[in-house]
C-alpha cells in the first residue's frame, strides 16, 4: 500500500485528506500537537477504512519530531506522499502590518516554512526511492495576493510556494505542488477573521477531492488552486469549479492564478472541456499569457497556475468577453480577504480595468 504522511492531520484539512487517502487504500503516517484530538482521529479512520494509521504527536519545529514522522513511515513501508498541511498564522486575529508582533511572524515563518523544508529535507531519502514520490504543500491565496491583514501570513506562504518551486525544478523525479485550498470552514479560518459576518464556506471534506485528483494523475509540478465545488465520476473533481469565483471551469478558461483569477482544477466528465492554468483554452479569448503543456481546453488535464501571467477571461465562456475576478462568496466579508471587489479583467489585452 502506498504511504503519506499529513501533518496537521487531526482535523481540518488534514483530517479531510486523511479520509480520501484512506479511503483510497494509503496507510497513513498523522501528525498534531495535540495527542488526544491526534489519536482520536487516528483510530477513526483505521476503523472506518481498515488502513494502517499512526498517530505521531509533537511539532513539526523540532527538528527530532520531523525525524520521528519520517521514520514512522519508513517502518511502514517507505514514503509515497509528503503532506505539509501544518501551518500557524503569526497572530490570532490577524492584524495589519503596522500592529503585527514580529515574534508572531518569526513562528509563523518558522513553521510555515522552515519546518516545512526541514521535513522535505528528512524525507527526501525515502521520496526518491518511491516509484510516485510526491510533495504537497497547502499555499493560500494569500501568498499571491494583497489582503488587508494577511501580510504576516501570506508572506509566509508565499515563501513556501518559492521553496516548493525550487523544489520542483531541483527533484525532477518528484511531483511538487503547492496548493491553494481556497477558503474553508476551519479553526485557522475562525481564529484568523472571527468576525466574519457568518458567511458560509466550503468544509475541508468538499475542498480534499481537490488534492485526490493531483495524486491519482500526477500533473507537472507547480502550483494549483482547488475550486469549490466537485462534480464528476467517481469522486473525482468535476467541471464545475472557479475562475476566480465565476464557476466557468470547464467552458475553455484558462486562469494565471494571480492577481484575483485564480487557477482550478477543472475537467472531469468524458468530453468536458476544461484545463487549469494560463492560455487554458484557445476559443477564450485568451490574454498575452504562456500556455503550458497541459494548458489546452477540452482534453480535461491538469497544468498549474502561473502567478503573475497574463489573465485569460471569457464571460462565462464568451471569447472577449469581461470576467469577474475575485468574487469568492458572492458579497461584502467583514473583516476578511475579500471585502467584495469585482475586477473585470479585459480578456484581450490580460490587464485590469476595474476592481
Excluded at 500592529?99 to 527526501?124: I, K
Excluded at 484568523?192 to 480534499?208: F, I, K, L, Y
Excluded at 498549474?304 to 501571467?309: I, L, M
Excluded at 489573465?311 to 465562456?317: K, Y
Aim: proline share 5%.
Amino acid at each position: 500500500m502506498p504511504v503519506a504522511l499529513i501533518t496537521g492531520g487531526s482535523k481540518g484539512l488534514g483530517r479531510a485528506l486523511a479520509e480520501v487517502l484512506a479511503g483510497q487504500g494509503w496507510d497513513l503516517v498523522l501528525d498534531a500537537r495535540t495527542a488526544g484530538v491526534l489519536e482520536t482521529a487516528a483510530e477513526e479512520v483505521r476503523e472506518r477504512y481498515g488502513t494502517r494509521v499512526v498517530a505521531v504527536a509533537g511539532d513539526v519545529t523540532d527538528a527530532v519530531h520531523r525525524a520521528e514522522l519520517v521514520a514512522a513511515a519508513g517502518e511502514l513501508g517507505g514514503l509515497d506522499l509528503l503532506v505539509s498541511n501544518a501551518s500557524v498564522l503569526g497572530a490570532e486575529p490577524l492584524v495589519r502590518l503596522e500592529a503585527h508582533p514580529l515574534e508572531g511572524l518569526r513562528q509563523a515563518l518558522e513553521t510555515n516554512v522552515v519546518a516545512a523544508l526541514g521535513l522535505v529535507q528528512e524525507a527526501l531519502p525515502l521520496l526518491r526511492a518511491s516509484a510516485s514520490g510526491a510533495v504537497v504543500v497547502v499555499s493560500s491565496d494569500a501568498a499571491a495576493e494583497a489582503y488587508e491583514t494577511w501580510g504576516g501570513y501570506g508572506a509566509s506562504k508565499a515563501a513556501l510556494d518559492q521553496l516548493a518551486a525550487v523544489l520542483g525544478v531541483e527533484e525532477p523525479g518528484l511531483r511538487v505542488w503547492a496548493v491553494d485550498p481556497g477558503d474553508m470552514d476551519t479553526d485557522l479560518y475562525e481564529a484568523a477573521v472571527p468576525q466574519d459576518g457568518g458567511e458560509r464556506r466550503p468544509s475541508p471534506a468538499r475542498v480534499a477531492p481537490a488534492f485526490l485528483r493531483l495524486v491519482q494523475e500526477r500533473p507537472a509540478s507547480g502550483r494549483y488552486s482547488a475550486p469549490r465545488c466537485w462534480r464528476g465520476p467517481q469522486g473525482l473533481p468535476g467541471v464545475r469549479g472557479e475562475c476566480g469565483g465565476c464557476g466557468a471551469a470547464g467552458r475553455g478558461l484558462g486562469c494565471s492564478g494571480g492577481g484575483g483569477v485564480r487557477g482550478v482544477l477543472a475537467g472531469g466528465p468524458a468530453g468536458a472541456a476544461g484545463a487549469v492554468g494560463p492560455g487554458a483554452g484557445r476559443a477564450a479569448g485568451v490574454g498575452a499569457g504562456r500556455r503550458t503543456a497541459a494548458g489546452d481546453a477540452g482534453d480535461g488535464r491538469l497544468a498549474p497556475c502561473v502567478p503573475g501571467a497574463a489573465r485569460a477571461g471569457a464571460g462565462r465562456g464568451r471569447a472577449g468577453g469581461e470576467h469577474v475576478g475575485d468574487v469568492a462568496g458572492r458579497g461584502e466579508r467583514a473583516g476578511g480577504r475579500r471585502t467584495g471587489r469585482r475586477a473585470l479583467l479585459d480578456a484581450g489585452r490580460g490587464r485590469t480595468v476595474g476592481g
